[in-house]
Structure formats: structure tokens, C-alpha cells
């Protein structure tokens, strides 16, 4: 064939795109890959759930009050009236037996006590671990003073003048949306990008790619792959959008809402599928390269390391200049190619 009778480079690319956009995404391997993101989904909620349970049984508040009768009712009455004002700053109390040791009620199996309160409302003892001991003195010496009085303390009334927000609360809410769309663009680009590079192997490993790469220009074949898996990317991000929005509008209220970011919404998320293309396109075209350049699916392995990795440190350099928005740090970041996309992204959501 003569190089009058050969596509041009934009011409292949455009022809590869299509064989490799149609093949992806009318096989049936298409509708796993839509149902790949159930299962960590599923796996985040159930640990979640498992973690807090964990965390809110490690960390319990409970005190054990072994004084006598009289100052044992009169420090769990403080308590019950300083409740209303300080709310969870004060632990939770327990009678105990005065006559047992206090390092023998810690040890009480089944009472998973954080400390025991001694002595008298006068001179309260405090027997725990040192760091227990740092965090509860100030409210058992509080509680203790209360109780000492024996007087109901009238505490004025706060007059309530609330304001639609703040200047801090505010930026409080767009910081939040700016990390929430941080992860899920790093998320994205690292779930999709891979795709490139096992399609790219798929196809070195069947001899594909000789034919391709005598047919047309191997730039062309690399360019046509990356738009393809671009595409198809696209395509599963929408439905995965579609099916979030349609769980949104079921669940209402159920579900946490993201405060709106500084742009709107419109704006915002057009803005993060820019960002993502040009993201994936970079990422992308790493993994090609690694792809060309490994023969075994061992050396795929070895080669794709460095470059997870590498992609992790962009993001972690991009989420810690979230807060300090115009410092070099954050400069930096946004100017980076491969870091820009997170810190772009983090902007259009606070400014």
C-alpha cells in the first residue's frame, strides 16, 4: 500500500476510535464494567457502618462515682442540670460500690468504664489512665463545684438572632464540596484510566495491534484508543449519574447534601467533566506508554506501580492546598498538568 492510498493520522485515529468505541461498548463484558462500582460502594457503606459501631463502643464516656450515697446523687444531679447547658462535654455517670477499690471497678468485666470518680465533692479523686485523666478532670471538677453548692443555678436566657450564614460557616461548606469532588474525580480517573492500558495489552497479547500498526501510523492507533476509552468512559459516567440522581430523588432527605459550591451546580459540574478528560487524556496516555513499552503482563504490573503511586501524591499535593487558596503550595498545584484538574476543580467550588 502506498502512502497516497493511507489514512491520515487524524483520519485513523478517528476510525480506531469508532472500532474501539462500538466493540467496548456493545459487549457484554460493558454491563460488568457499569456494575464495577456497586461493590466498593457496597463495601465503603458496610465498614462504614462496622467502623462507627466499633468507634462508638471504644469510645464510651462512662464514669463510675464510687462516693458516698449523699455525694454520689448530688454529683449525678449537677449533671442532669449542666446537661441542658454543656451538652456531650460532660461524661456520663454510674454509681459503684464506695468500698471497692478504684483500680478494681476499672477492671469490672462487661462496665467498660473510662475512669472512677473518689473521694468527696470537696476533694474528688480521679483514678484512670493518665490521658483519661488529662481529658476529664476540668468537667468532674465542674461537676464537683456544681454539686458542692447544693443550689439550682439560674442561667440566663440567650436571645436567639439567627443569620442565613457566615463568612466562615460558608467557607466551611464550599471546602467540603471542593475535597467531596476532589475524591470522586481521583476516583474516576483512577477507576477508568486502567481500562486503557488492559485494552492495550488485550490487543498486543492477540497480535491486533501488528495489524493495526501496518495498516496505519502507531501514534494514530494510540491516539484513536485513548478518544475511544475517553468516550466509553463518558458514557459510564453518565449512567452512573443517572442512576445517583434517580437514588437522590427517592431517598429526599435521607441522604447528606453537599453544599452548593461558589459557581452553582451547572457550572460546577460542567466544569469537573472538563477536568476529568483532561485528566484521564494525561493519565491516559501514560498507561498507552506503559503498554508500548511492556511485552508481559508482569512487566504491566511492575511499570503501572510508579505511576499509581506517583498519582497518589498528586492528589494529596492538590488536597492539602485546598485551605490556602493563592499560596505557592496551591500555585503550584494548579499549574501542574497532572495535579491541575484536582486544584481547578477545588477552586470552582470555593471562588
Known amino acids: 500500500m502506498s502512502d497516497t492510498t493511507r489514512l491520515s493520522r487524524f483520519e485513523a485515529a478517528r476510525v480506531i476510535a469508532q472500532r474501539d468505541f462500538r466493540a467496548i461498548l456493545f459487549s457484554r463484558a460493558f454491563l460488568f464494567f457499569l456494575l464495577g462500582p456497586l461493590f466498593p460502594i457496597i463495601i465503603g457503606v458496610l465498614a462504614g457502618g462496622i467502623g462507627g459501631q466499633v468507634q462508638r463502643d471504644a469510645n464510651t464516656r462512662l464514669l463510675a462515682v464510687a462516693m458516698s450515697e449523699a455525694d454520689t446523687q448530688a454529683l449525678i444531679a449537677a449533671r442532669a442540670r449542666l446537661a441542658p447547658q454543656i ?38 479523686e480521679l483514678t484512670a489512665p493518665q490521658p483519661a485523666i488529662d481529658y476529664w478532670s476540668g468537667p468532674v471538677a465542674m461537676l464537683a463545684a456544681e454539686a458542692g453548692t447544693r443550689q439550682v443555678a439560674a442561667y440566663p436566657a440567650v436571645a436567639p438572632r439567627p443569620v442565613a450564614t457566615s463568612i466562615a460557616a460558608q ?14 474525580l481521583f476516583l474516576l480517573m483512577m477507576l477508568l484510566a486502567g481500562m486503557v492500558l488492559s485494552n492495550l495489552v488485550e ?5 491486533v495491534i501488528e495489524v493495526l500498526a501496518a495498516a496505519v501510523p502507531m501514534d494514530a492507533v494510540f491516539l484513536g484508543k485513548l478518544v475511544a476509552m475517553l468516550g466509553v468512559s463518558l458514557v459510564g459516567i453518565a449512567v452512573w449519574a443517572a442512576v445517583g440522581s434517580a437514588i437522590a430523588l427517592l431517598a429526599g432527605n435521607a441522604l447528606p447534601q453537599l453544599p452548593a459550591p461558589a459557581l452553582g451546580w451547572p457550572i460546577f459540574l460542567a466544569l469537573g467533566l472538563v477536568y476529568f478528560a483532561m485528566g484521564y487524556l494525561l493519565l491516559g496516555s501514560l498507561f498507552l506508554t506503559i503498554g508500548g513499552l511492556a511485552t508481559t503482563v508482569r512487566e504491566v504490573q ?3 506501580m510508579p505511576v499509581t503511586m506517583a498519582q497518589l501524591l498528586v492528589f494529596f499535593l492538590a488536597a492539602s492546598s485546598i485551605t490556602r487558596p493563592g499560596s505557592p503550595m496551591e500555585l503550584f498545584a494548579a499549574a501542574f498538568p ?3 484538574p484536582f486544584a481547578m476543580l477545588a477552586r470552582a467550588a470555593q471562588s
Not at 460532660?90 to 459503684?96: G, S, V
Not at 467557607?171 to 470522586?184: K, N, S, Y
Not at 490487543?203 to 497480535?207: D, G, I, L, P
Open 171 to 184: 467557607r466551611g461548606d464550599r471546602i467540603r464540596t471542593a475535597q467531596a469532588g476532589q475524591l470522586l
Open 87 to 124: 451538652g456531650r462535654a460532660l461524661p456520663e455517670l454510674a454509681m459503684a460500690d464506695a468500698g471497692t477499690a478504684p483500680e478494681v471497678i476499672l477492671r469490672e468485666p462487661g462496665k467498660n468504664y473510662v475512669a472512677v470518680v473518689g473521694g468527696t465533692l470537696a476533694a474528688p
Open 302 to 304: 511492575t511499570l503501572s
Open 338 to 340: 497532572l495535579s491541575s
Open 203 to 207: 490487543e498486543k497479547a492477540n497480535k
